[in-house]
C-alpha cells in the first residue's frame, strides 16, 4: 500500500479571485486493510486576478489596475474508506490564510494606491472522494468548508471551495 501521496489541482473558491491552484502532500498513518486509513495532510492554494477599470471624472479618465492575491497553506487529518473505485475521505484542518489587494495607477500616474493585506488563521471541514482505477495515480475530487478565525479588513468571514487534480501514490 502506498504512503505517501504527492498531488494538485484545479482550486474554485467562492470569492474573489475564484480560480487558483493547490498542492498536497499525504502521509498515512493508519492503515486498517481492508477498509479504512487515517492520513495527515500539508496543502497549499496559491489564488491570483488581475482587473483593469476604468473611470472617468469631468472628462479625466483613470486606468487602475487591481491585483487580488491569496494563498494559503495547511494542514489536516483525514478518515478514509475504501469502497471499490471510488474512496471516500472527509477531515478537518487549521491554516494560514493570506489576502492582499493592491491597485496600481498606470499611464496617468504610475504611483501605488494603497492595498490591503491580511493574514487569519483558519479551520476548515471537507470531504471528498479519490478514484483507484489506475495503479499509483488517483484522481481526486473535494469540497471545503473554510470559515477565517479573525478577519479584520477582508469580508469575507467564511468559503467554500472545490478542489480537482491528480494525486500520485508510491
Not at 492520513?39 to 487580488?68: I, W
Not at 494542514?75 to 496600481?104: H, Q, T
Not at 476548515?124 to 478577519?151: A, C, D
Not at 468571514?157 to 494525486?167: A, H, N, Q, T
Amino acid at each position: 500500500m502506498a504512503q505517501i501521496g504527492i498531488g494538485g489541482g484545479l482550486d474554485i473558491r467562492s470569492e474573489e479571485p475564484t480560480q487558483g491552484y493547490g498542492i498536497r502532500l499525504e502521509y498515512r498513518i493508519v492503515n486498517l486493510p481492508p477498509v479504512a486509513d487515517l492520513k495527515v495532510r500539508a496543502h497549499g492554494s496559491y489564488f491570483s486576478d488581475t482587473l483593469k477599470r476604468r473611470n472617468s471624472v469631468n472628462g479625466l479618465v483613470t486606468e487602475v489596475f487591481e491585483e487580488k492575491t491569496a494563498f494559503d497553506i495547511g494542514a489536516a487529518i483525514l478518515a478514509g474508506v475504501k469502497l471499490g473505485p471510488v474512496n471516500p475521505v472527509a477531515g478537518i484542518g487549521l491554516g494560514i490564510d493570506s489576502s492582499e489587494l493592491n491597485a496600481d495607477r498606470t499611464e496617468s500616474h504610475p504611483s501605488q494606491l494603497r492595498g490591503v493585506n491580511e493574514e487569519n488563521l483558519y479551520w476548515n471541514l471537507f470531504f471528498g472522494g479519490e478514484l483507484s482505477i489506475i495503479p499509483y495515480i488517483k484522481p481526486f475530487f473535494e469540497y471545503r468548508f473554510v470559515q477565517l478565525i479573525n478577519s479584520e479588513n477582508i469580508d469575507i468571514k467564511d468559503s467554500e471551495r472545490f478542489s480537482l487534480g491528480i494525486i500520485f501514490r508510491f
